[in-house]
């Protein structure tokens, strides 16, 4: 099964609200990352947070990481139509040398 | 621009044929991975290379290959023996190992003619 794992798969908001996604995965990390996708291209990376933080900011982004919960979620602020698209979050499990990525949350943003 | 770039956009293969997906990138990283994306999916990782001339086997490997014989290159060969090869691929690099971030081509679509 996968490494990580998004809640919820899917949420609709109007511009201007917040956007939390969740994400649990099941072994020790070194780091989690977080990734935008566009419909039909390729991801970009958004933030990484290293296990020994707790908290992040980048602009519009927050992320908080629980290593004890095994757990990470990704806040965007005041969203905007431009932030619709899909977002993963992506860690490297233990005994693995590549990222697993979740299934991914599906953020709509009504202008 | 520095960057990864995957052609065709869109391939279409016959029953019975070996197609190539190409992956360039200019960024000068080491590492490169291959991953597939099924509709509504996360990815799935199928070969990634670590160095050049060296290459290991994801999650997904079977009816797929690849080569790594320069760092800017890492095709993809979807075999005939791939029976369900419609999906969206995925190719990207990262500077060093699997815990730096990756920087993503914007993919090649593969359908059954």
């Known amino acids: 099964s996968q490494q990580g794992e998004e809640d919820p798969q899917a949420l609709s908001i109007q511009e201007g609200e917040n956007a939390t996604m969740n994400c649990s995965y099941k072994?020790?990390?070194?780091?989690l990352q977080w990734y935008r996708q566009n419909s039909g291209r390729g991801l970009v990376h958004l933030i990484l947070?290293?296990?020994?933080?707790r908290e992040k900011h980048s602009g519009r982004l927050r992320v908080t990481l629980d290593t004890s919960k095994k757990s990470s979620s990704l806040l965007i602020t005041a969203s905007r139509a431009a932030d619709t698209a899909s977002y993963f979050c992506?860690?490297?499990?233990?005994?693995?040398?590549?990222?697993?990525f979740g299934s991914g949350t599906r953020l709509q943003v009504q202008p | 621009d520095g960057g990864i770039t995957q052609s065709p956009k869109y391939l279409f293969r016959k029953e019975g044929q070996n197609v190539t997906l190409s992956c360039e990138q200019n960024?000068?990283?080491?590492?490169m991975y291959w991953y597939r994306q099924d509709p509504g999916q996360g990815l799935r990782l199928i070969y990634y290379?670590?160095?050049?001339?060296?290459?290991q086997k994801g999650d997904i490997a079977e009816g797929y290959s690849v080569s790594r014989e320069k760092k800017e290159s890492f095709p993809l060969t979807v075999t005939s023996a791939q029976k369900n090869p419609t999906a969206f691929y995925l190719c990207?690099?990262?500077?060093?190992?699997?815990?730096?971030?990756?920087?993503f081509g914007d993919g090649t679509r593969l359908s059954i003619l």
């Open positions: 990207a690099s990262s500077e060093g190992g699997g815990n730096q971030p990756q920087h």
């Open positions: 290379s670590q160095i050049v001339n060296d290459f």
């Open positions: 992506a860690t490297v499990g233990t005994g693995r040398r590549a990222l697993t």
């Open positions: 072994t020790s990390i070194n780091n």
């Open positions: 960024l000068n990283h080491d590492a």
């Open positions: 947070i290293r296990s020994n933080e």
